[in-house]
């Protein structure tokens, strides 16, 4: 006879013990006994065992709960360290913007404040974009320029923005005078993230730190725009020109807002 057949035989046995148990209480004596000896530890240890998985199961359950809420406080954080990183990033830039309109009711020129929505001040042709075009009176050739300086001019406007051609760009030409002694020269980029004075007269008496402004002349740039500070100065042996460098305040690759003058 095969083990299982054996295993079955046994339980069908033990099976007629208990039911013989359950429906006569009143047997006495040895046999009540004996049916107890089977019984009663089979008894014992199914309930046992039936608590201890109950236990395990309600221990998972209880598990998975613990976990689905660990989550939902997860997210619910998330959620929160987002919405004050929105919060502190619409405080700056409510704080920029309203230092651009105080520095606006200061001058009686024009200025739309416009925020920076792409850069490109590592290739040759260095320029940004700002989010207004047209439709807000931007036209090309309009200067641009933040707290620091000047940044560039317009070159190319479509209705809700705008290409901005800065003055590190090799082809970016600013006709500027030394804030001090009044000379005038023109500033173009170098291409190494810094500007060349080109055209200025040898004999001035130029010095390290002095401030290069827009002089006004060519009617594209109003007069007295910070373009750059003097960073060296050579003097040619022969020629007319003083050689010079300069480098602006602005930090190109990190505006995020500037204002546009609107040509009359």
């Keep these: 006879m095969k083990l299982w057949k054996k295993s079955l035989i046994a339980f ?47 221990g998972y359950i209880n598990l998975v709960d613990v976990r689905r809420q660990n989550d939902r406080l997860k997210e619910a954080n998330g959620q929160l360290m987002l919405e004050n990183s929105l919060l502190r990033e619409q405080v700056k830039e409510h704080g920029r913007i309203a230092r651009l309109l105080k520095f606006k009711d200061y001058s009686d020129l024009d200025f739309v404040p416009t925020t ?5 001040v590592k290739g040759y042709l260095k320029f940004i974009v700002i989010d207004r075009g047209s439709r807000d009176g931007i036209k090309r050739q309009d200067p641009v320029i933040s707290f620091n300086g000047l940044v560039g001019m317009v070159r190319e406007v479509y209705p809700d923005s705008a290409e901005v051609e800065v003055v590190l760009s090799p082809a970016s030409n600013v006709s500027v005078m030394n804030n001090r002694t009044r000379t005038v020269g023109m500033v173009r980029g170098n291409g190494h993230g810094g500007m060349t004075v080109d055209f200025y007269d040898r004999l ?22 910070v373009v750059g500070y003097v960073d060296n100065v050579k003097t040619a042996e022969t020629g007319l020109f003083k050689i010079m460098t300069i480098s602006s305040k602005v930090r190109f690759e990190k505006l995020e807002n500037v204002l546009v003058i609107r040509q009359q």
């Design 204 to 225: 001035d008496g130029v010095k390290k730190g002095d401030t290069m402004v827009t002089s006004g002349l060519g009617g594209v740039y109003p007069k007295g725009l």
């Design 12 to 58: 069908i046995a033990l099976l007629i013990l208990v039911i013989i148990q359950a429906r006569n209480p009143e047997i006495k004596g040895p046999f009540r006994g004996i049916i107890g000896n089977f019984v009663n530890p089979l008894v014992y240890y199914t309930e046992k065992s039936f608590s201890f998985f109950s236990d395990i199961w309600s």
């Design 116 to 120: 920076v929505i792409g850069r490109n």
